[in-house]
């Protein structure tokens, strides 16, 4: 159980960040669910309430794509909560034609890492005052065809959704293994996760609706949202990850990655570079 644990969600208001905030306020924690929309956010809060049975929930908004957002955020959550437990950096996005966050990023480099990135670091002071602190982030098994162009890391030439995609969950496990490494010798763990193929909104456009059709069609063969976020539950709640860092899950159990996720000089490199662009510096 997780009475007493306080949690961090991103993304919640739907798919398996909702699913994800239910089941562990069923399990006793205190849940925060950090939502970039105030309105669909309250929705799901209420639904939230509802199928949870727990009134230990709170909504936060977040817009990933914007760095001012998380650092107010990050604000909220350290002035209101005295620690956090478990951060799960379940949000993204998929963009099917090249967009930019507010700050000038490719959206899906973005919202699924660098917004990630620096929300992590602004709320790691928290997690380093719990008993155990835990990061979890959803990557995917897209991240084996990822690859890190430092002469073009935000696809300005040449964009195809699948590469930017692909790019931003490499990016997810080369953070969660230098943060493991960073992190040693601490109480806090770094972990992430492939959920496997899940029937989400991801990639649907919210104005024009495009790509509900073909979510419709394939959804038979896709894994419900509860059921994606089996693995991201398994790691903020079970005792057999207790001291677990570092690694990459698939249905519960570590998982190989591609040869450039495990690359130690890469991602060091990846980190100085997310450091630059999200201006975050480690003496803050």
């Not at 930017?164 to 230098?178: D, E, I, P, R």
């Not at 539950?233 to 990655?257: C, M």
Request: with cysteine; aromatic share 8%; hydrophobic share 40%.
């Amino acid at each position: 159980m997780l009475r007493h644990k306080t949690v961090l969600i991103t993304g919640a208001n739907a798919g398996m960040g909702l699913a994800s905030t239910i089941a562990l306020a069923k399990q006793g924690a205190y849940v925060m669910m950090a939502c970039r929309d105030q309105e669909r956010g309250s929705m799901a809060l209420e639904r939230a309430k509802q199928e949870s049975g727990s009134q230990k929930l709170e909504l936060v908004q977040c817009d990933l794509g914007d760095l001012a957002s998380i650092r107010r955020c990050a604000d909220v959550v350290r002035k209101h909560h005295h620690k956090l437990d478990i951060l799960l950096n379940n949000a993204g996005v998929v963009s099917l034609k090249r967009t930019e966050t507010k700050d000038g990023f490719e959206s899906m480099m973005g919202v699924n890492h660098l917004g990630h990135f620096l929300l992590t670091q602004l709320l790691l002071p928290s997690l380093l005052l719990a008993e155990q602190g835990r990061i979890i982030t959803v990557s995917s098994g897209a991240h084996k065809i990822g690859r890190f162009k430092a002469g073009d890391p935000f696809l300005t030439k040449g964009y195809s959704v699948w590469q930017g995609y692909a790019n931003s969950k490499l990016a997810n496990v080369l953070f969660t293994k230098q943060l493991a490494e960073r992190l040693q010798g601490t109480r806090v763990t770094a972990n992430c996760l492939h959920p496997g193929a899940v029937s989400t909104d991801i990639g649907v456009d919210r104005k024009s609706g495009f790509g509900r059709s073909v979510h419709r069609l394939l959804r038979p063969f896709f894994l419900t949202p509860a059921e994606g976020a089996d693995t991201a539950i398994y790691l903020a709640s079970s005792d057999e990850v207790t001291n677990v860092s570092g690694e990459y899950f698939y249905r519960r159990k570590p998982a190989s990655t591609s040869k450039l996720a495990k690359d130690a000089e890469l991602a060091n490199v990846f980190w100085d570079w997310s450091l630059k662009q999200t201006g975050w510096s480690e003496d803050e």
